[in-house]
């Protein structure tokens, strides 16, 4: 009777262990576009508007994702068009984990960071967009961070601009 108690318990605790533990074996898929503005529409004459297509978009040099605790292959970019900033992961794939933030940092450390939200995806293409106002000459380095446990997970670092 002793056993069969131990052993349901030792049941119990394995689904309760691989519950709390398998999101990170779990991969998140997503493809995002180039992030774009819609395009503008101008009134010509009364009663008539015409579409303005034309969107600037400039994109910084490529940075690789480098890997720090965790494996990662992927490329990182700045992007910028006439009324945002985002930074853009194209070609990502890690693995997942607890509490996974995106930071654009001014070191590899995270003392000080741009939260840009939790991750959205392992694998993919994916857009996050950056405040205004950030300072992309001081915060030079973006980072998948694990905020539960204060571990970096991978970086890439963009060179300064001026």
Known sequence: MHKKILLGGG????ILAWWLISPI??????EEKLPTRPP???TVLPGTTT??????LSITPRAPLIAQAHEVS?????IKNDQEEFLRFENLKTIN??????YLSADLKANDFV??????ATEGSVNYTIPK????????YALIWCRAFGVLFSYAQFEPTT
């Open 25 to 30: 074996w779990r991969t998140i898929r997503l």
């Open 51 to 56: 579409t303005n297509p034309t969107l600037e």
């Open 115 to 120: 939260d840009l939200g939790p991750i959205r």
């Open 11 to 14: 049941v119990i605790v394995g």
């Open 74 to 78: 992927g490329e990182a970019l700045l």
């Open 97 to 102: 984990g607890p509490d996974l933030r995106i």
């Open 40 to 42: 503008k529409t101008e």
């Open 133 to 140: 106002g950030t300072d992309l000459n001081k915060y030079h």
